[in-house]
């Protein structure tokens, strides 16, 4: 069983913020927050992970709530080239055996 | 570099034929797995590999076989294929297990009649 769960789609106006949310309620001390995504059937792209603390990178930003149960990616300016399946997944450390549930499918309309 | 390449693109079989989907990757990564996708699923891992001569099953094994002769390439092997295993196949790397981001190879659909 998938241990987050997330909408099923999303929209956002191009140019503005996407904020996508993720809940993981049973996440235990060890496990990371990850985001992939897929872009029309292509394999699906990292794009950051997290543990605790807030992460920014070039791509996205990854804000965890403080009792980690939740978190959100953003997507700060959003493009059409953004419109996909977002994963978010919650890992282990040292192990790659990554669930994938359905993922939130968002789609950036002009 | 190359990264993750997988062949064929499509491939049509009919049941009880048996096939290997190819994946091959240039980024010199000890790790690699499989994966398989069902429309409107996420992946599910089929098997992985942590280094040459080193396999295990992953969520959903049966019906595939692999091997690790070489670092570069982590062929699948369907048997005897079945309609159940008509899919997506994506092919993934990384430096190793608990790297942070894998690399994922285009993708092979599947289609067992």
Redesign the interface.
């Known amino acids: 069983d998938?241990k987050t769960t997330q909408p099923p789609s999303m929209d956002c106006a191009e140019g503005r913020a996407a904020n996508l949310p993720c809940n993981h309620s049973t996440i235990s001390g060890n496990e990371y927050v990850?985001w992939y995504r897929q872009i029309h059937?292509?394999?699906?792209?990292?794009i950051i992970?997290g543990l605790k603390n807030n992460e920014t990178n070039e791509m996205a930003s990854l804000i965890i709530t403080e009792d980690r149960k939740s978190s959100t990616l953003i997507l700060p300016h959003a493009t059409l080239r953004d419109t996909a399946v977002y994963?978010c997944i919650v890992r282990v450390?040292?192990?790659?055996?990554?669930?994938?549930?359905?993922?939130t499918r968002l789609t950036v309309k002009p | 570099n190359a990264g993750?390449t997988q062949t064929p693109k499509f491939q049509v079989l009919k049941t009880g034929q048996s096939m290997t989907l190819q994946c091959a990757q240039d980024m010199n990564h000890e790790?690699m797995?499989w994966?398989r996708q069902d429309p409107?699923?996420?992946?599910?891992?089929i098997h992985?590999s942590v280094g040459a001569g080193i396999t295990d099953q992953?969520?959903v094994p049966n019906g595939y076989n692999v091997s690790r002769s070489t670092t570069e390439d982590f062929p699948l092997r369907l048997l005897s294929a079945a309609p159940s295993q008509t899919s997506?196949y994506?092919c993934?790397s990384?430096y190793w297990?608990?790297?942070?981001?894998?690399?994922?190879?285009?993708?092979t659909r599947l289609t067992v009649l």
């Open positions: 998938a990850y059937s292509q394999g699906p792209q990292y992970h994963y450390d040292n192990n790659n055996d990554m669930r994938f549930g359905a993922g | 993750v790790y797995s994966y409107g699923m996420g992946l599910r891992l992985y992953g969520e997506v994506f993934a990384s297990q608990g790297e942070n981001e894998q690399f994922f190879g285009p993708g």
